[in-house]
């Protein structure tokens, strides 16, 4: 079975500075999806970036940008110049392409903050 | 992506009742997924609903506590029965938007049991 680690229970960032949220997973297979979610206090759980396994590319969408690190199991989130409205619980997930019924597997998240 | 409305967002309940949660999608898909979400707890997956078969229930959930109904491509329901205050947490329902495995959630359902 698939783990995913999230050490971080909260953190808090200054606006307009650069955080990183780390994520770790546990896996013995090859072809695999990651994703990183936002859930802000409405509860909505909106995706903010994907990265496949096979890619060695670094996925980056605007001001979000990960760090895929295979072999070691990690995939830390990057958010560049910090807004107020990133304040959210950020929820790392994985999911196995071959006979993983499509399941996302989540880590318990990371409660950021961004401030004044 | 596919648009997701669920139903009702939150509800306060009698333990021993039953709710019904809705989720309708825009577009036709294939799975859809019914998550748990307890207090300050991170996402669990209850169970995957296929249309025309029987929803495939993770391990701890049961179809009697959580039965699921699919009865087309984009609708589906998920029961909470006999409830009791453990029950109480967020439930959502979420779908594979198509666009390389970018899964979109409903607004999740808040259930308060007393």
């Known amino acids: 079975a698939q783990t995913v680690t999230q050490s971080q229970p909260e953190m808090s960032v200054q606006e307009a500075e650069t955080v990183t949220l780390s994520c770790t997973y546990d896996?013995?297979?090859?072809?695999?999806?990651l994703f990183w979610y936002k859930q802000p206090p409405s509860r909505q759980m909106i995706l903010v970036i994907r990265?496949?396994?096979?890619?060695?590319q670094n996925a980056t969408e605007n001001r979000f940008s990960v760090n895929f690190q295979k072999a070691a199991k990690s995939f830390s989130l990057k958010i560049s110049d910090s807004q107020l409205g990133d304040t959210a619980m950020y929820f790392c997930?994985?999911?196995?392409?071959?006979?993983?019924?499509?399941?996302?597997?989540f880590g318990t998240g990371t409660q950021l903050k961004v401030e004044l | 992506s596919a648009v997701i409305s669920q139903k009702p967002s939150r509800d306060i309940c009698q333990r021993g009742t039953s709710l019904t949660i809705q989720c309708q999608v825009d577009?036709?898909?294939?799975?859809m997924f019914w998550y748990r979400q307890q207090p300050g707890q991170s996402l669990t997956l209850i169970a995957t609903?296929?249309?025309?078969?029987?929803?495939?229930?993770e391990s701890g959930f049961v179809i009697d506590k959580f039965p699921i109904s699919r009865p087309n491509l984009t609708f589906s329901t998920l029961t909470v029965s006999n409830m009791s205050p453990e029950d109480s947490s967020i439930y959502l329902c979420?779908?594979?938007?198509?666009?390389?495995?970018?899964?979109?959630f409903g607004s999740g359902t808040r259930l308060t049991v007393v």
């Open positions: 979420s779908v594979d938007s198509g666009k390389n495995y970018g899964y979109t």
């Open positions: 896996t013995s297979e090859n072809n695999y999806y």
């Open positions: 990265q496949e396994a096979y890619k060695q």
């Open positions: 997930a994985f999911m196995k392409l071959a006979g993983g019924g499509n399941k996302l597997t």
């Open positions: 577009s036709q898909v294939t799975m």
């Open positions: 609903a296929n249309q025309g078969s029987e929803a495939t229930y």
